[in-house]
Nanobody
């Protein structure tokens, strides 16, 4: 079982930055693929970035060069978001995938946090 708690969301103007954090609690020593997803009102949830147990990362094209995913030794996960745009406005979710592979596919992920809201104004 994995418990995820996101923090760091807020309201910023376009061009600003935010850093999201995901506190990961687990009783196992298993390694997980960790990801950030987002969902804007009336839109489908989309993958933003993932980081595998070996540190390899993948990003959605819309955030490449602006967002950076990272993790620490305690398995917590972060999303550094720079040059934010109004279209980045969404609820952001942290997720963990206990299976094989590490892709920007939400159905692959087994555990989800409750989300943190990011609002970017123009």
């Amino acid at each position: 079982q994995v418990h995820l708690v996101e923090s760091g969301g807020g309201s910023v103007q376009a061009g600003g930055s935010l850093r999201l954090s995901c506190a990961v609690s687990t009783r196992t020593s298993s390694s997980y693929c960790m990801g950030w997803f987002r969902q804007a009102p009336e839109k489908e949830r989309e993958g933003v970035a993932v980081i595998d147990f070996d540190g390899s990362m993948k990003y959605a094209d819309s955030v490449k060069g602006r967002f950076t995913i990272s993790k620490d030794n305690a398995k917590n996960v972060y999303l550094e978001m720079n040059n934010l745009k109004p279209e980045d406005t969404a609820m952001y979710y942290c997720a963990a995938d206990a299976g094989w592979g590490c892709e920007l596919v939400d159905n692959d992920f087994d555990y989800w946090g409750q989300g943190t809201q990011v609002t970017v104004s123009s």
